[in-house]
């Protein structure tokens, strides 16, 4: 495998420099994700009786269905907020002076500094009943009794959005930065106006950026568990809690192998759905 | 030898790998490794077992690993053979597990100093149970003026939305739904008459907590101020100066023994048997009852007092009266069906 050709062609390249780390992800990520397959293709608990049943019993059930299927709406809402909220923000770090932008830049990845459960608290002391929200609302005279908000989908999406953030910032602030700003410029003095020029020029031109964002934002906010069981409670169920379940309490590892490994091609699906939207924006881009 | 780059990869490679896989080396000569929980308990233990265990034993080299009894069993049986904890704690339902699965080797009675001055529901021959776990109602004295009684308190029209359980993924949430089942007419074998009384509960509940941690966190906040809960966490919160107090119910208070086991197959197996000798005796015992720890001693010979007499009971035999031992046996068999069940019913 690493073995150099005696005579080499300068245009291919040894393998084994890459070795290792092929030999790593072999090892700790390709060897225990077979070992969940074939733990997830049991009938029982003990792992003896072979079989499909586990995969049945999730896609036959309407209520496992409707864990997978509200863990990937929350997804989605988490990403679109993310989107609207993180796009004006990248915008306007390439267009501010180096002093904003490195206060824009700190705040973007303050976050990042602060532990997943340190943020998580902090919400559900912004979202509480006595919470900051609830009593300016109060001491404002505009509701009598506190709304609920922690505990809810709505509490559970904006907290998401607040921890997942840079993701999709990030991103963004480099594909801006890389259109050429007088393509701005020659698009202005073409006629188009400033929404026209945003929408063909710097979309999608941008899109790149996008598609990186909304893949890792999503990826992020469906497996966030310690945020999703704090705000949501334990009433809301989505599927790391689901998983965590029936692995750790229920000790029941086929099903709980069978949950994550349907979890993952759920996921794989929706990211390659992004990475074909990014492939045929790239066609309309170049139009 | 002749050191070659190769033989040099190979070395640091094995040795690395022995670092990661602690099981790989061959003269095994590792620290007891305790498993205890997390949060008061893993500060009880610092603080007052681990010193007496090394006092009693010429410093022996120990560790405290702490974590919850579902993790402690994943740990043990993904390693039955070599595995990398040698004492485990558990709740009762796990307790059971752990057995069934043959992690746990039975405790040595008949060398044990202390185990014959357990009070009876505390002699386990696979496992004794130096404390108890106590289960009654929390409540905020700041917003509920009369304290509460019975179980059937958390109905009443006043606490509308200001109630909070757990779900059944803790011990907590389980025990008290099989506790309200048998308040109305229900037992270990039917919890039906435990989940029509949730129903009836959901337009009370202000919140179903993830775990017993959260629930305290919900007081702290505001957002309950009443709710089934547990004797010793609630002291921490007390000893921060949050308004809450505790009741034991006049059902009775429900009482989880928690065990503490000798893992099969440890490497350590006497000091094992050493640490928990020390947790069973009168001194520990009695220290872990005072203050800031409250927890129940379950060693006869140890006299009750503080706050431990004043709320729960003032010895064995008021424990024994007020408390409520349920038979985990027959929850364990139904206990994945009710979790199913609730995550299925108790939407709010």
Redesign the interface.
Known sequence: MGAAPASRDVTSYGMGLAAPLALFFLVFFVAPLLQLFWLSLHNDTAGLHWGLGQYLHFLTDPFSLGVLGSTLLLGAEVTAVCLVLGFPIAWLYQRVGPKLQTIIILIVLLPLLTSVVVRTFAWIVILGRQGIINATLQSLGLIDTPLKLLYTQFGVVIALAQVQMPLMTLPLITALGRIDPNLDDASCSLGAGSWRTFFRIVLPLSLPGVIAGCTLTYAAAITAFITQSLIGGGQMLFMPMYLYQQASTLQNWPFAAAISIIFLVAVLAVVSVFTTLGRMSRGYGGA | MIMNRRSLLTTALTLGAMKAFPGLSFAQARPLVFATFTGSWEEAHKAVLVPAFRKANADAAMVLDPM?S??Q??KV?AAKANPPIDVMLHDPGPAL?AVGQDLVEPYPVEKSAYYKDLIAEAQEPMGPAPFFQVVGLTYNPEAVKTPPTSWADLWKPEFKGRVGI??L?STL?TGWLVEIAKMRGGSEANVDPGFKALEELKPSL??????PG?LA?LFQ???IDISPGNFNAIQILKARGVPVEFVAPKEGAIAFKTTIHIVKNSPNRELAFKLIEAALTPEVQTTLMNPPYLIVPTNSKVTMGGEIARVLAKDTAELKKKFVFQDWKKINEQ??AW??RF??E???
């Open positions: 919850l579902v993790d069993i994943a049986n597990v757990t779900n993924n949430g202000a919140a179903v907590a993830a775990n959260a966190t906040q505001g957002q206990r994945s979790i199913e995550n299925r108790i939407k709010i």
